[in-house]
């Protein structure tokens, strides 16, 4: 039997987009069905899983669970080695779970789902952000 190709990373969910599809956002819903149609993958970091976690009830913990094993993502904690990096971004955009994100999305060359692009304005001239309202 053929293994399949690897994914290819399509986007970064930041805490908001993981906050979001918990409250079950239609923007970040669909967007993990394309992505997912495409065989691609959207990475979450785990910072901003773990702070989605605290951001939401306890009872909407399953949905997290759900987003958790979806086929069309996956959960990536920071490389020890990259620190002085992800401290610099954390710099620019005052949150580690943010600069996790940040910095996970310049390694991959792909854009970071958010509700507020604001956030990443000092990062690569705020050009790597998918800004969702819904």
Do not use: K
């Not at 620190?83 to 943010?98: H, M, S």
């Amino acid at each position: 039997m053929t293994e399949p190709s690897p994914r290819t990373v399509a986007i970064v969910l930041d805490t908001t987009a993981v906050t979001a599809w918990v409250r079950e956002s239609l923007a970040v819903g669909e967007l993990l069905a394309e992505i997912n149609d495409a065989y691609g993958v959207a990475l979450i970091p785990l910072a901003c899983l773990v702070e989605a976690a605290h951001r939401t009830a306890l009872l909407e913990q399953a949905r997290l669970e759900l987003l958790v094993a979806h086929p069309a993502t996956m959960i990536v904690s920071d490389n020890p080695d990259e620190w002085p990096a992800l401290a610099a971004t954390r710099n620019l955009v005052d949150r580690a779970d943010l600069a996790s994100a940040a910095w996970l999305a310049i390694d991959c060359g792909v854009d970071v789902m958010t509700r507020d692009a604001r956030w990443y304005s000092s990062v690569n001239g705020g050009r790597d952000v998918l800004e969702f309202d819904d």
